[in-house]
């Protein structure tokens, strides 16, 4: 029932969302707006400025001028939404177990996501949210597929693996390949070749992880129906392995033995090597006893022990503590490749153990490198995704030390420059002002210079500052530069022209020296200056103002004043004052 419903619910998401995304309308872009302000009004998310772009053919954001009719499509908020719904429900998928026992169907989901999202790179909205629906579909059919087959009877399934991993039956002669979800009974075998890996997940959700060249025995996987009590054990015959159990194991006994020693464990996480010259054992949880040549030793949380070959456990050694200062941290963005992964050194370390994986639980490994001398390891190709990471610390008696915290880190390969948004128009501009103010925004980490000097920034990516002009022509370079490198280059060119006196004349009312002279307390001030430029007027606590038309000429009406009061006309370009001068009304 509960599968069926998910199942409905997917079929109306993707029904209502397909009716709304046909809803297609115009704005036009208000002084001061910018195309992030615009789409995170019209579509909720300031992020989709790009595919509002996209969408209307234009290639930058600072050709979203005042005055642009942009179109708004809805398919692309819904695109973007169906995604991130498909993205929801493959995740569902994965906690139900789908990537052990679906993992054909869940595949099929990603591919389809994958699609999905080339389709959006693409603008294509229609087919981007098509297939981001098909995906929800084969997650939510991978999540009853695995629900299903989890309640099956199965020994082990191979949930994943890596490079080359091959299983052999007792009754077979050869080895042959274990593919994805290949089944293993009692007394199966499976091992793993050079830079190979390979995780079995038991009935009872217990895994298995084995690394490069290492191979095993499944001796016993059995289920009592009666008490529900699951039992296995797994004899390394040499490499090394993870047993990683289930929270909830009180009925669940797992054991990873290796030749001619014995463990009884009830710890939920350890780790188990056979080099043939000793076994060595790592225990991060609960107690784990371990029986050879009639001598038993127990190991606690975060001890281990050395068996050489033929010989009684050594006592408990105290594992390494984890690592620390691991770097990318928790939650990074990270932009570009190669990437560097770096850890403090430990005290007591001989080597490291680096791992990386594509899942939090560490069963999608991505890169599994033991024994590194340094205290770093470099990355060169990776996928975009996120990707989660750890390192432990070897002592010099080969124990796996605790492992470091978790760092969750996301690959982000940009591409795309960063918007720029400035308050001057393209072209040439025209000034008489000895300054300019320039302001605008861009992106808030981005870096901004103009003509190779620093702009500061404020944190929602809003600037401003004056520059100082010369006569004649000035070439402004400003040039914004996000973390990945990505730059958008502006140009702006202003010429400054001297003002003098004599480019301001007052044709009425009659001026004689410095004096106004007037019939009445009230009259009217025409005159003419250069063409675009800002007359102002005060006298007596008012104050009014005019903008020269294009032939320079100018009108402002003074209320009623009196004989004696001064009258002060200023003259601004680009909001700095440039000329001034004060007269004295005279009324006859």
């Known amino acids: ?106 595949k099929s989901a990603k591919s389809s996501l994958s699609a999905a999202k080339q389709a959006r790179e693409k603008g294509d909205w229609k087919t981007a949210s098509s297939k981001a629906d098909e995906s929800s579909t084969f997650a939510d059919r991978a999540s009853a597929e695995a629900i299903k087959s989890r309640e ?7 949930s994943d693996k890596k490079g080359s991993v091959e299983q052999k039956t007792p009754s077979a002669v050869n080895w042959a ?42 001796l016993k996987s059995r289920v009592d129906l009666f008490t529900q009590k ?31 020693i014995e ?20 225990n991060y949880d609960g107690k784990i006893e371990i029986k050879a040549m009639d001598s038993v030793v127990v190991i606690a949380k975060n001890e281990g022990s050395v068996v050489p070959a033929n010989q009684k456990p050594s006592q408990p050694i105290k594992l390494l503590d984890p690592p620390q ?3 990318p941290t928790l939650n990074k963005i990270v932009l570009d490749l190669p990437l560097e ?33 340094n205290n770093s390891y470099t990355v060169n190709n990776l996928d975009p995704g996120t990707y989660y990471w750890r390192v432990f610390a070897i002592d010099k008696h080969g124990l796996l030390g605790v492992a470091s915290e978790t760092n969750k880190f996301f690959l982000n390969i940009d591409t795309i420059p960063p918007f720029l948004t400035i308050n001057l128009p393209e072209g040439e501009i025209l000034t008489y002002a000895p300054s300019i103010d320039i302001f605008g925004e861009t992106e808030p980490d981005a870096t901004l210079e103009y003509s190779g000097k620093s702009v500061t920034l404020d944190k929602t990516g809003k600037f401003s500052f004056s520059i100082e002009l010369s ?27 001297l003002f003098s006196a004599n480019d301001l004349t007052i044709s009425e009312p009659q001026i004689d020296g410095n004096n106004f002279i007037v019939s009445s307390g009230r009259f009217n001030i025409r005159g003419v200056t250069k063409p675009g430029l800002t007359v102002e007027l005060g006298i007596a606590g008012f104050k009014t103002k005019a903008v020269a038309g294009t032939d320079g000429s100018f009108f402002m009406l003074v209320p009623v004043s009196k004989s004696g009061d001064e009258l002060v006309i200023s003259v601004s370009s680009n909001n700095v004052q440039i000329f001034e001068r004060k007269f004295i009304v005279t009324v006859e």
Request: proline share 1%.
């Open 1 to 106: 029932m509960k599968v069926v419903l998910v199942f409905i619910f997917t079929l109306l998401f993707v029904f209502q969302s397909e009716l709304y995304s046909q809803k297609v309308y115009y704005v036009t872009v208000k002084k001061g707006e910018n195309i992030r302000q615009i789409a995170k009004d019209n579509l909720g998310n300031a992020e989709l400025w790009i595919d509002i772009l996209k969408d209307n053919g234009i290639k930058a954001a600072h050709d979203v001028k005042e005055g642009v009719k942009l179109k708004i499509d809805e398919a692309i908020k819904f695109s973007f939404d169906k995604i991130k719904w498909a993205e929801s429900r493959i995740d569902n998928a994965n906690k139900n177990g789908a990537e052990s026992f679906a993992a054909a169907t869940l």
């Open 341 to 373: 992964f770096t850890w403090g050194s430990l005290e007591g370390a001989v080597s490291y153990k680096f791992m990386l994986s594509a899942d939090s639980k560490f069963s999608n490994i991505v890169a599994d490198m033991s024994e590194l001398k």
């Open 471 to 497: 006569q004649g022509l000035n070439s402004i370079k400003l040039a914004a530069k996000d973390p990945k490198g990505n730059i958008t280059n502006r140009v702006v060119t202003i010429k400054r022209e």
């Open 263 to 282: 463990t009884n464990s009830d710890s939920k996480n350890y780790w188990v090597q056979n080099d043939q010259n000793s076994t060595k054992v790592s």
């Open 177 to 218: 390949t274990a593919n994805i979800t290949a089944k293993l009974m009692e007394n199966d075998r499976i091992r793993t070749l050079s830079n190979s890996f390979a995780e079995l997940t038991f009935q009872n959700n217990n895994k298995l992880r084995l690394a490069e060249n290492s191979d095993a025995i499944i």
């Open 230 to 260: 699951n039992e296995t054990e797994v004899s390394l015959q040499k490499g090394e392995g993870f047993a990683i159990l289930e929270q909830n194991s009180k009925n669940k006994k797992f054991d990873l033995n290796t030749p001619g």
């Open 325 to 327: 200062n691991l770097t």
């Open 152 to 158: 099956s009877v199965s020994e082990a399934i191979l």
